[in-house]
Every structure is written in structure tokens, then in C-alpha cells.
């Protein structure tokens, strides 16, 4: 509420804010009420809410949680609520075409996450909290016009200054009424009871000196990260195919401190996974082991990425790819039609704008690690450094100390040891069907599209000139039933595994084997007949993939194993349209490297 207060004077102060075509709201925002239908009493208070919202002029929508398997538990309800509202807010920023959403969180909710993380024994980047803004990915996209956007929502806390206390103020001052929640007072949930504590330490220098700390966290963070994308920028090549080229020359001699070449591979590998939260504890551990052996001899897989040397580096370079062995690849597949929607390329627009004139601010803000603290601070001497340094005092040091000593232990008691039951699958690929025309989105970073053509042209059947095949019209009108859509045969999307490589091996040699499985043609007549080892249409895929297998040596085998092919039902490749081979020249297929979180994981701002 006291957000909504603050946000409808902002946007009033302009001429023009509130006009008679906006039906009297004020234009450019909408308030997303979520409903979590946990409570008996929630729907009321949601209406009661949107009541109030409205009266202050801002356009208000009510979103109702659904829960298809029940009531979460007990133990993870807090963390299920908050997943569900952020699909929702996700969901209703896409349907609206909203690029910029204002979150709540405040001061206080700062002091409860940094207690929450120390007992986690988080690092300093943990403790610095929330970013003011932050980009977040939807989970799923709607049209293939978001996926080519692909600037996701930035998230902006513009209350983080600002203490809970200050909330209620900014209520009262504006007249407003709010809501409390009677969940937040049970001690059933971690946070509840760490905030009750904190509410009941009334000291004010104790308040400024926790969030002097967070903030020195916060600047800590900021540097790092500005190292992190230098590195980036010097040290990784990114390939179409969707693995990144490490280079240790350049990596190596470079005085690197731990905790920045840390948050380097976690974006590096965040994005060659495309795992939403970068990749932390024993996974980082190993990473550095790894990286710090100069050259690199071994292979090692790590946080759904497969990492070896570089094929003719001596071990200089390094290649990350996405692995495909053990179940890390991202195996779902969105599917959605092309749908040209110019407001929502202009919320784009306007966000890439926002974003590059906050990076070009903070570009002016070059730390020095002189001025950071904690660059080399174990996690669990944080507070001691802090004291060291005079950020916090004595008093402040004890108190927070015995915060963390509570937390800690009843998180461990709380603690089950939950048996690994992630099932080790087979080599058995996951594929999906696609119907002609249709746009998928695969492992969060191929959009794939096909159809057939009627017939073919000159062009097409170009590199078959000099094998002496007839190009008559009536061969050049057939085209193999593995390619047809008819009888509801639709190709199927999947990742390259060996047998393809091997499959194209055995189809570029022509002429084709007795071994070579015969096929029915069907012309555009639907006249059928069985097509002979050297008709067009294998002879096209022969030229095809002999081609293909000479692009196929450019690529490295561990970056191959994440590349999108189409095959039919019976499993027969039918394309690899990173290598552009085709079965058949009637096939059309369109293919781009889309990752869905950008390299460096989005835009975040610390200060």
C-alpha cells in the first residue's frame, strides 16, 4: 500500500496523468493483487485491497493462486507462495506487455535476509541482499516476439532505504488503510521468527550499524560483479552452436581474486546452462580447482555443463558446454505461434533503454579493491572483519552473532537428509512432436520452425549438378513420406546424440549401400511408389550429409551433443539445421540460438 502511495504521486506529478480515455486511472500502471488462497478470509481482503487501490486512481488486477496438487506443506508453504506470485506477476507483466515491475521490499526486509543467509553460512555475496534492480526471465515464453526481444522484466525495489516503520507512516500520511497478514506472526516460519526478534531490539545504533554492514556487502558485490564482466569481456567467446571457448592464456596470468574468478564461472556456466540462479557451493569448489590447472588436461561436469580443452589448444583453452550425459540439459520444449506485436517490441525498447542508461551511470562508478571489503574474507569471519573494520560495534557484533547461533541451530534441527532419488536415465533421448509452421523453443535456447515446400527450384537441388541425376519434373515433384506431414506423421524435436553422426556417415556415401533401408515416395499427386537407393530425394540427403559432416568436424563432439535435429517416428534423422542438412530438399527448416538468459545472467543493479 505504502508503495502504491508513493508510485501515485510519482506518476500524478506530470501533466496528463490522469485522462477521461483511462477511464479516470492513472496511465502506465497496473497494481497485481495476488490472491494465495491459503487463508479463508483472502479473498475478501483482496477486494477490499483492490478497493482501495482503485480509489487512488491505479488500474488493479486480481490474480487467484490455483493449486493443482493441494496445499503446499507446512514446512515449504512460504517458499511455494512466493514462487507461485512471481509466475503470476511474470504471467500478467507478459499478458499486459509490462517491462518494468515495482516491488515493495524494504530496509527491514534486508536485516531478516542477511540473518537468514549468515546462518546459512553464505558468503559476502549472499549478504548483500537484494539488488535495487534486477532482471528476471519468465519461465515460459508466449510468442516467438518475446523470445526474439528476450529483455525479460526488470524487477525495481525502490523501498530498500526505507524501514517498515516508514511504511506504516507513508500509509497514515496518504490516509490509507492496509492489510496485515496474520501468517507473518507465526514463529512457524523462519523469517516470522527472525523478524520478531529484530522488532523487539528497539536500539537504533544497533538498525544503522546492520545496515552499514549490508551495505558495505552491497559494495563489495558491485566490484565484484565489475570484474566478473571484464573478465567476460576478455577471456570468453561464445559460439552459435551454444557452448563458450574460455581462454586460459588470457585468464590465467591475470591476478584474480577467488571470489571474482567465482562469480566469472558462474555466469559463464549460467549461461551455457541456462539454469535460472547461478551455481554456488561444492559445484563453484570444483570449477576452481579445475580453471586454476593451467593448461588443462582433464574433463570435468559440473552444474549441468560439460567442461574439456579445447580440441588443438594444449589445453589453453577450455570449452563449456551444456551436458546432455546426465540429465542436466534442459529437456522441455515451449511451443507457441509467430505473432508480430509492435507494443510489446516498444515495452522492449523502452526497457533496453532503461537498462543502458543505468549501466552507462554505473559505468562512472569504478571501485577500487582498495575501498571493498571482505575480498578475501572467509564466510564465517564476515562479522569478525566487520568489527575489525569498525563498521559494527561490539554491541552490534553480539547481538547479531547470537541471531545467528539460533538460526543455525534450528535450522539444523529442522534438517532431514533427503535421499538423492533423481533417477539416472538411460541414453534414451527426449524428443516432442512439432507441427509444420509451429515455433519451439528448445533447452532455453533454440527457436525451431518447419514446414514443406510444394517444389522445389534450381537453387536447392544446385549441388547435385555433376552427379548425373535426372532432374526431370516429374522426379523433381517427389518427395519422401519421412519428410510428409500426412497420416499425421509429425517430426519430432530432439538433441544429437552418436548415432546421427553415425547415420550420416553410412547416407554420404553414395551410392548407398544394400543395407540402406528403402522408402516410399509420395509425388504432390499422392501417387506412392517405393523410392530406389538412388532416387533424388537420398541422393539430395547424401550430398546433403556429406556436407554436413564437414561443418560437423568444425564443431567440437562435446558441443554437439546439445544441438537440435528433427527425426520422424520411426527415428530416422531428418535434419541438423545448425549444419543445414536436410533429408529432403521439400523440407524447410529455420533454426536460431536464442538463450533465454543473456550472458552475465541479466541486467543487476547492487546500489
Not at 570449452?319 to 507457441?336: G, H, N, Q, R
Not at 519422401?480 to 546421427?500: A, F, L, Q, W, Y
Request: proline share 4%.
Amino acid at each position: 500500500m505504502a508503495l502504491c502511495v508513493l508510485t501515485a504521486g510519482w506518476k500524478t506529478a506530470g501533466a496528463d496523468a490522469v485522462t477521461p480515455e483511462n477511464g479516470g486511472f492513472i496511465d502506465g500502471l497496473l497494481a497485481i493483487i495476488v490472491d494465495h488462497g491459503l487463508r479463508a478470509e483472502s479473498k475478501e481482503e483482496a477486494n477490499i485491497v483492490s478497493h482501495r487501490v482503485s480509489k487512488m486512481g491505479i488500474r488493479c488486477e486480481i490474480a487467484c493462486c490455483d493449486w493443482p496438487s493441494g496445499r503446499p506443506k507446512q514446512g515449504q508453504l512460504q517458499e511455494a507462495a512466493r514462487e507461485m506470485r512471481y509466475q503470476i506477476f511474470q504471467e500478467v507483466c507478459a499478458q499486459h506487455r509490462i517491462g518494468v515491475l515495482l516491488i515493495a521490499h524494504h530496509a527491514d526486509d534486508q536485516a531478516e535476509l542477511f540473518i537468514l543467509r549468515l546462518s546459512r553460512n553464505s558468503g559476502v555475496l549472499g549478504l548483500a541482499g537484494m539488488p535495487f534492480t534486477s532482471q528476471i526471465f519468465p519461465t515460459y515464453k508466449q510468442s516467438y516476439r518475446e523470445v526474439q526481444a528476450n529483455q525479460g522484466i526488470l524487477v525495481v525495489r525502490p523501498l530498500l532505504e526505507f524501514s517498515k516503520e516508514d511504511m506504516y507512516k507513508i500509509c497514515q500520511g496518504g490516509s490509507e488503510n492496509w492489510v496485515e497478514d496474520p501468517t507473518n506472526q507465526s514463529p512457524l516460519y523462519v523469517r516470522n521468527r527472525i523478524r520478531m526478534v529484530l522488532n523487539n531490539l528497539s536500539s537504533s545504533t544497533f538498525k544503522f550499524e546492520l545496515q552499514a554492514l549490508i551495505s558495505a556487502c552491497r559494495i563489495t558485490r558491485t566490484y565484484v560483479d565489475q570484474i566478473g564482466y571484464s573478465l567476460i569481456g576478455d577471456a570468453v567467446v561464445i559460439k552459435d552452436h551454444g557452448y563458450a571457448v574460455i581462454d586460459l592464456q588470457i585468464l590465467c596470468p591475470l591476478k584474480v581474486e577467488d571470489i571474482c574468478l567465482m562469480k566469472f564461472l558462474s555466469l559463464v556456466l549460467q549461461f551455457v546452462s541456462q539454469r535460472q540462479r547461478q551455481i554456488r557451493g561444492n559445484a563453484l569448489k570444483l570449477l576452481m580447482d579445475y580453471i586454476r590447472t593451467f593448461p588443462c588436461k582433464n574433463s570435468v561436469t559440473a552444474a549441468g555443463c560439460y567442461l574439456c580443452p579445447d580440441p588443438g589448444s594444449r589445453g589453453f583453452r577450455v570449452l563449456v558446454c551444456c551436458c546432455s550425459d546426465d540429465c542436466a540439459l534442459p529437456s522441455k520444449i515451449e511451443y507457441f505461434e509467430s505473432h508480430s506485436q509492435g507494443q510489446g517490441c516498444c515495452v522492449a525498447n523502452e526497457l533496453g533503454e532503461i537498462i543502458e542508461a543505468e549501466k552507462s551511470y554505473a559505468n562512472h562508478l569504478v571501485l577500487d579493491a582498495s575501498d571493498v571489503h571482505f575480498l578475501d574474507v572467509n564466510p564465517e569471519l564476515v562479522l569478525t572483519e566487520a568489527k575489525k573494520l569498525n563498521i559494527i560495534g561490539e554491541s552490534t557484533y553480539n547481538t547479531v552473532l547470537a541471531l545467528q547461533k539460533q538460526e543455525t541451530a534450528h535450522f539444523r534441527s529442522k534438517t532431514e537428509v533427503i535421499s538423492d532419488s533423481a533417477s539416472k536415465h538411460g541414453v534414451t533421448p527426449f524428443s516432442k512432436s512439432l507441427q509444420p509452421g509451429q515455433f519451439c523453443y528448445l533447452m532455453d535456447r533454440f527457436i525451431l520452425t518447419w514446414k514443406l515446400k510444394t517444389n522445389t527450384d534450381n537453387d536447392e537441388l544446385s549441388g547435385l549438378v555433376g552427379y548425373e541425376m535426372d532432374m526431370g519434373e516429374e522426379t523433381r515433384s517427389l518427395c519422401c513420406t519421412s519428410c510428409v506431414t500426412g497420416n499425421n506423421k509429425v517430426p519430432e524435436v530432439r538433441h544429437m546424440i552418436e548415432s546421427d553422426w553415425l547415420y550420416l556417415a553410412e547416407l554420404s556415401k553414395y551410392p548407398l549401400s544394400k543395407n540402406f533401408p528403402q522408402y516410399e515416395v509420395e509425388s504432390v499427386n499422392g501417387t506412392e511408389r517405393i523410392m530406389d537407393r538412388t532416387s533424388l530425394c537420398l541422393h539430395y540427403a547424401s550430398v546433403s550429409a556429406k556436407q554436413a559432416l564437414r561443418l560437423l568436424k568444425s564443431i567440437p563432439v562435446a558441443a554437439r551433443r546439445s544441438l537440435p535435429v528433427l527425426i520422424n517416428q520411426q527415428g530416422q534423422l531428418l535434419s541438423i539445421p545448425s549444419v543445414n542438412f536436410k533429408h529432403c530438399p521439400f523440407l524447410m527448416v529455420h533454426m536460431e540460438f536464442k538463450p533465454k538468459i543473456p550472458l552475465g545472467g541479466g541486467h543487476t543493479s547492487f546500489i
